[in-house]
């Protein structure tokens, strides 16, 4: 679909796959794509379909990206301004006063954001719409944490209250013991307290009943809704491998077919959150129902799968934040006319063969899954990579560079946190059971 808008849009998060799909998708559409790029390693930056590249301090360091991003609001004034994290969704929505003269926003209100990103908001939201969640507990301080270790049903997934303010985006640890419930406390929450300064970390923790070893992944239903809620879009996934065990972010997804009682489920969250926009919601089958987990509002890693499968919800939220109303009416009509149960998957290819790789070396897989990984791409023809296009090679190739910096970084931490195969249950094993 081509648009004739002459507004250019702007997109941070430069180095994320979101991003890389929804540059692509608005570039293809004919639109001026721009984006904001913290380093030379920024792969969206890199894309064919990029007119323009600013050069920005990280989202996380929060002030001096914003005053740069005003500075540049201020010089070319009235490009859109779309979320592509839990940062800029939070940092726009706070600061819609100071964004709004020079940006097109496209943007819910601070008391939405606080209850999508605050976890604990998040679970009241989704209880007051009718949702399943999983059992958790907020102690504010070590002395409640005392009190309630020896209650609890372990294992527990230890988390963060929110990833807003924190400069690491870690999903959390699991422990299975009251022991080890003290000791891995005691060190989240003094890596928040040194990490996060504005917050206070005690009271940024959650412990979560933990249910990873259940015969289900994690189910993804992502989307997009108008602002009048009316216009409704979803696709459902599965993750079927994550960078990080037994917590982490998606490195391959498979798609599933349509399960309209689950969006119905998501379409009333949203309305109960007064929220409009692209979104991620993430479930887990526990105790006989679905229970919700998270809530991204904004981009995904996997956005490009969507497209792929006709659901261009950048583009959708371009129509919507210029008033588009006609265009945006069809585009919705169409991909929710075209969706089918056609199988499709989608994958970071070099990050997927580096960690099988690695976990080779370290002797931190099993033969099974070391096999079952090397042919999981042969088995599944129609795939969707995270950078790698033949139509705009260079995010790629950017990409690649970027996670084989990355990785030797974390492969200290990586040896740390996992064990020789050994003392391991296979992934291959729980994949089967999926």
Not at 208 to 223: C, D, E, K, L, P
Request: proline share 4%; charged share 20%.
């Amino acid at each position: 679909m081509l648009v004739k808008s002459k507004i250019a849009v702007l997109l941070a998060s430069a180095a994320a796959g979101g991003t890389i799909a929804a540059v692509r998708n608005l570039g293809a559409a004919g639109l001026d794509v721009r984006v904001l790029s913290s380093g030379a390693c920024s792969a969206a930056a890199w894309s064919r379909y990029v007119s323009r590249s600013y050069s920005i301090s990280s989202e996380t360091d929060e002030q001096r990206f914003l005053q740069q991003l005003l500075s540049i609001g201020k010089s070319e004034p009235g490009q859109v301004l779309l979320s592509t994290s839990d940062h800029t969704a939070w940092l726009y929505a706070e600061n819609q006063a100071q964004l709004a003269p020079y940006f097109l926003l496209y943007q819910p209100s601070m008391q939405t954001m606080r209850r999508i990103l605050d976890k604990k908001l998040l679970a009241e939201a989704a209880t007051a719409a009718g949702m399943s969640v999983l059992q958790s507990w907020y102690p504010q301080n070590i002395d409640e944490l005392t009190a309630l270790a020896p209650t609890l049903p372990y294992p527990i997934l230890i988390k963060p209250r929110t990833q807003v303010h924190r400069s690491r985006n870690d999903k959390g640890v699991v422990v299975h013991s009251e022991n080890e419930l003290q000791q891995r406390y005691k060190a989240f929450v003094e890596e928040d307290a040194v990490r996060s300064k504005r917050l206070v970390a005690e009271k940024n923790i959650i412990l979560q009943r933990f249910v990873g070893n259940s015969n289900q992944a994690v189910h993804s239903i992502t989307g997009f809704i108008d602002r009048t809620a009316e216009l409704f879009v979803t696709r459902h996934a599965v993750k079927v491998l994550q960078r990080s065990q037994p917590v982490g972010v998606g490195i391959c997804f498979e798609s599933l077919p349509a399960n309209p009682s689950l969006s119905d489920d998501v379409r009333r969250l949203c309305r109960e959150l007064n929220y409009f926009g692209i979104f991620e919601v993430e479930l887990l089958w526990f105790d006989g129902c679905w229970n919700i987990i998270d809530f991204n509002p904004r981009m995904f890693s996997q956005l490009g799968l969507d497209i792929y499968r006709g659901s261009s919800a950048p583009l959708f939220a371009y129509l919507d934040a210029i008033g588009d109303a006609t265009a945006l009416q069809k585009a919705v009509y169409e991909a929710n006319a075209t969706e089918n149960d056609e199988k499709v998957v989608f994958y970071d290819r070099f990050t997927l063969g580096a960690l099988v790789l690695t976990q080779t070396l370290t002797s931190r897989i099993s033969r099974q899954d070391r096999s079952y990984w090397k042919t999981w791409k042969r088995r599944n023809s129609r795939a969707v990579d995270f950078a790698a296009d033949s139509r705009d090679r260079k995010p790629g190739i950017v990409h690649v560079i970027s996670e084989m910096y990355l990785g030797l970084r974390a492969m200290p931490r990586f040896l740390r946190s996992t064990k020789r195969v050994q003392e391991l249950p296979t992934q291959a094993a729980a994949k089967m059971h999926n």
